[in-house]
């Protein structure tokens, strides 16, 4: 048996419906028994033929919780004017594979798992597939109603001030500790071009963004040259897109970040006193897999929906 189901197997075992507010470990126990265990079945498939596909999955997932909380608004496809379609929703994906698991999960056990509760699992299986800590994910959560764009002008954009994304976490009940955390999920993926011209070549002043190590300057610019293809992609963590590891931290404190946003968290003396606690050479320095799960079972609590608020979707993309 494959790594990962083991582990869904073992929570399945254990498991037993350790409750975080309305939510709770093995919600799914009796009325879905398997409901872990398909979801992490059709992820590492997708995962497998495609290994961009876990940070996009695990992306997924916090921009549903930012909008509106974890209520799968970020699935509906409609029209134009729906949640995914917002300018800071640009770039998203994997939305086949939730929807893939929830055709599974419909097949075996009808109108019972939402599609809330697919993206929150999804995001931790593919955690665990890409070298990163399996957690338990309190589930229960139920679908939401509405999905519009203009509830997500409130996302952090890139090139924000350190205080606005403070503000932004704290609004949704995140601490200083979880933006450094979350924003370390960036440890895996790409991002696009798209998101580069300020700091590359409209920064205030000296023209491109200061704290870029001089050495890693050229590198990013010839991969976004100016006036280039918005739509090229660069891996976010330098050297290790695809593995689950601390190294963001080293390539945020050594000029190597990539993102406007990331590079930012080394500029405020709070945020960078965090970053440099998981670096330290220490035996008792703090587990950033430990704390990483810690905020994402935290993120993933964010206003969500529960008992007979909103529904369970018979598909993930459509409203019943």
Request: charged letters at 20%; proline letters at 4%; glycine letters at 8%.
């Amino acid at each position: 048996m494959d790594l990962l189901l083991a582990f869904i197997t073992l929570i399945l075992i254990l498991g037993s419906a350790q409750g975080q507010g309305n939510l709770a470990v093995g919600f799914y126990s009796r009325t879905c028994p398997n409901a872990e265990r398909i979801v992490a079945s059709v992820v590492q498939e997708a995962v497998r033929a495609d290994p961009r596909k876990a940070a996009m999955l695990l992306r997924l997932h916090f921009h549903d919780c930012f909008v509106q909380g974890c209520d799968g608004s970020i699935l509906i496809e409609g029209n134009d004017q729906t949640e995914m379609h917002a300018d800071g929703h640009q770039g998203l994906g994997g939305f086949e594979v939730i929807e893939k698991a929830k055709a599974q999960l419909e097949a075996t056990c009808r109108g019972v798992v939402s599609c809330a509760d697919i993206v929150a699992m999804a995001a931790r299986d593919s955690v665990a597939l890409s070298n990163g800590p399996f957690y338990q994910v309190p589930t229960g959560r139920r679908d939401g109603r509405l999905s519009n764009k203009s509830f997500a002008a409130q996302m952090p954009e890139v090139n924000e001030p350190v205080q606005s994304f403070k503000a932004k976490f704290f609004q949704k009940g995140l601490s200083q500790k979880d933006l450094v955390v979350l924003s370390a999920a960036h440890t895996i993926g790409t991002t696009a071009c798209f998101f580069m011209p300020h700091r590359l070549y409209e920064f205030p002043v000296f023209s491109s963004d200061p704290t870029i190590n001089p050495a890693f300057l050229p590198e990013l610019k010839k991969i976004c040259p100016e006036h280039g293809d918005i739509n090229t992609r660069l891996a976010m963590d330098h050297g290790s897109e695809l593995t689950f590891d601390d190294n963001i931290f080293r390539n945020i404190r050594d000029g190597f970040a990539v993102l406007e946003s990331d590079a930012k968290l080394y500029t405020d003396p709070i945020t960078r006193a965090i970053i440099d606690s998981y670096l330290m050479d220490f035996v008792f320095k703090p587990s950033f897999a430990k704390d990483f799960a810690e905020s994402m079972v935290k993120m993933g609590r964010i206003d969500v929906k529960t008992g007979s608020q909103g529904e369970i979707r018979r598909i993930c993309k459509s409203f019943n």
